[in-house]
């Protein structure tokens, strides 16, 4: 089981520090990776509204880790310009990169690209293939300022002759399957899916990848000394961090108000209530090391391949760094 570090944060003045102390930290920890996402307009992830930026710091600030987009909302924008700026984070990291890619599922990122958003599942294979292909030294033909058709290549050449890739799923089973066709790994959660769903998706999806494949889980992640500590220190961020998201977590919610706009804001905090205990026991990474341990084999067992530990859901920096120190045992084991 590998253990990487994953950031959405909510907007706050410290969270591209956050996310640097936490590279450097898990490069000198033997972590996996360090993943970002793209988000736009919206302060639930709005520090990372480009993972190539992001992506660059965090190849700067180290050597070891690999450096990963989770993910590029690939129908926002022009395969080149994501080869393009991908080709220099893996320049900057000596070839450190990895790239997910997702269909995008807030209307309100489009405004970037209005048109694309009604066929945005339907295109993102192909816009895959052209990212892929451009990467490995290939050509697209584009009309340039003069009006005629030009060959155009990716420069800088990346160091790596072709990146690790996954798709990003929340849980849609034909997402695992395309996946599994185009040999590609998954990038998957548990906000909208319970363990148990998830696992014959797995199954599903390493009978169709010609080889074993790669599942990624993200994970809201907090290790402490006990599990009681980290209950009491996790319970009101989380609140407030599902709160922020409902839309997500909208599979979780009981009754049917919700899904119908009609669920007031106190509504909306009682029906988190309900479910928060649950989260925090079996959709993320919060407890002991012993304990941690335990959700980890049940995992493995399961499928995933890699943890993406999301630490930055608010929880104070300060005792953010410190959950870290006790995450990184988990690493040693």
């Not at 000596?94 to 209307?107: K, P, Q, T």
């Not at 919700?258 to 959709?283: M, P, Q, S, Y």
Request: with cysteine; proline share 6%.
């Amino acid at each position: 089981m590998d253990l990487s570090l994953f950031f959405f944060s909510a907007s706050a003045d410290d969270a591209h520090d956050l996310l640097l102390d936490g590279a450097r930290f898990a490069d000198e920890h033997g972590f996996t990776a360090v993943w970002t996402p793209e988000r736009h307009f919206h302060g639930f992830g709005g520090p990372y509204p480009n993972p190539a930026v992001t992506g660059a710091a965090v190849a700067a600030v180290t050597r070891r880790v690999g450096v990963r987009a989770g993910s590029v909302v690939l129908p926002l924008h022009d395969p080149l310009r994501v080869a393009e700026e991908w080709a220099v984070v893996d320049r900057i990291s000596h070839g450190r990169a990895g790239l997910a890619f997702a269909s995008g599922w807030h209307a309100v990122d489009f405004v970037l690209a209005p048109d694309r958003y009604p066929h945005r599942r339907a295109e993102l294979p192909e816009l895959i293939a052209q990212v892929r292909s451009l990467w490995r030294g290939g050509t697209v033909a584009r009309t340039d300022g003069t009006g005629s058709r030009v060959d155009v290549a990716v420069f800088p050449r990346p160091v790596q002759a072709d990146p690790p890739v996954w798709i990003t799923s929340a849980g849609d089973l034909a997402t695992f399957e395309l996946a599994g066709r185009l040999g590609v790994g998954v990038l998957t959660h548990l906000l909208t899916q319970s363990l148990d769903e998830l696992r014959p998706k797995i199954e599903r999806y390493r009978r169709l990848h010609p080889g074993h494949g790669q599942v990624t889980l993200m994970l809201h992640t907090l290790v402490g000394p006990d599990d009681a500590g980290v209950s009491a220190l996790a319970r009101e961020p989380m609140t407030r961090y599902l709160r922020s998201s409902l839309n997500l977590v909208a599979g979780m919610l009981p009754g049917s108000a919700f899904h119908d706009g009609t669920v007031t804001d106190d509504e909306a905090d009682f029906l988190i209530g309900r479910v928060l205990d649950r989260f925090l026991a079996e959709r993320g990474l919060f407890g002991s090391v012993p304990t941690c341990t335990r959700t980890l084999r049940r995992l493995a067992d399961a499928g995933v391949n890699e943890v993406a530990c999301l630490i930055d859901f608010g929880v104070p920096a300060e005792a953010t760094r410190a959950g870290l120190t006790h995450l990184a045992r988990l690493v040693g084991r």
